[in-house]
């Protein structure tokens, strides 16, 4: 099990407002942050992130959403660091997510949904490389 996980602060929130209290959370829960940076990502390379979900109906929006702002990339350090993320983020569906959780305190819709999660280990390691180099994960 590795103790890292990728996560992305999307447009919405960045947005609405939410950055400082969604980075304050993540601090404040005990992750440790490995690599921050502010960015925005282009169609192309927001189409390459999300990559696996090329043929799910909602791909063409997913893309148009992930390029249309600016958003936080971070590595974050903790014990189980991927599953015990994706609990704190909560279900994809705000309106399906748990009390407390940072999708159902700041998520706009299904779509917009203020973080993403990494889902595996490995693709922890492969989205925290899709943004940062080598030098930059100390
Ligand atoms: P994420 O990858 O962003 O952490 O979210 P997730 O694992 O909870 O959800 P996933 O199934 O990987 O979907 C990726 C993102 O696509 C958008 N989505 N839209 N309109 C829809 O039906 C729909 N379904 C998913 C969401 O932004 C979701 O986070
Ligand atoms: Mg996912």
Request: proline content about 3%; overall charge negative.
């Amino acid at each position: 099990m590795s103790n890292r996980t990728f996560t992305m602060i999307k447009p919405d929130a960045f947005k609405n407002g939410h950055s400082g209290a969604i980075i304050d959370r993540f601090i404040k829960e005990g992750y440790r942050i490995v690599a921050l940076k502010l960015t925005k990502l282009s169609a192309e390379k927001a189409g390459e992130f999300y990559a696996v979900h090329k043929e799910r109906p909602f791909y063409g929006e997913l893309v148009e959403f992930m390029s249309s702002g600016p958003i936080y990339a971070a590595i974050l350090e903790k014990d189980n660091a991927v599953a015990s993320f994706r609990e704190l983020i909560g279900a994809t569906n705000p309106a399906q997510a748990a009390e407390g959780t940072i999708r159902k305190l700041y998520a706009t819709s299904l779509g917009e949904n203020a973080v993403h999660g990494s889902d595996s280990d490995e693709n922890a390691k492969i989205e925290g490389s899709f943004f940062f180099s080598g030098l930059e994960q100390f």
